[in-house]
């Protein structure tokens, strides 16, 4: 079972994942969370979005 590296919790079956484009999964909550404070990736540091040009 895979552990969402954010909260530290197993994924349940069915639960909602969001994917950031250097293809590293977490949680959905959890990194929208996460890049409301930081935009990157937490395990790779790779941009999570880019600006609008």
């Known amino acids: 079972m895979k552990t969402c590296c954010i909260c530290q919790e ?3 079956e069915g639960e909602d ?7 590293h999964g977490f949680h959905a909550a959890c ?3 996460w890049l409301t404070q930081r ?3 937490p ?5 999570a979005l880019q600006p609008a040009v």
């Open 10 to 12: 197993d994924y349940d």
């Open 17 to 23: 994942v969001g994917m950031l484009s250097c293809g």
């Open 31 to 33: 990194v929208g969370r």
């Open 39 to 41: 935009n990157v990736c």
């Open 43 to 47: 395990i790779c540091r790779r941009t």
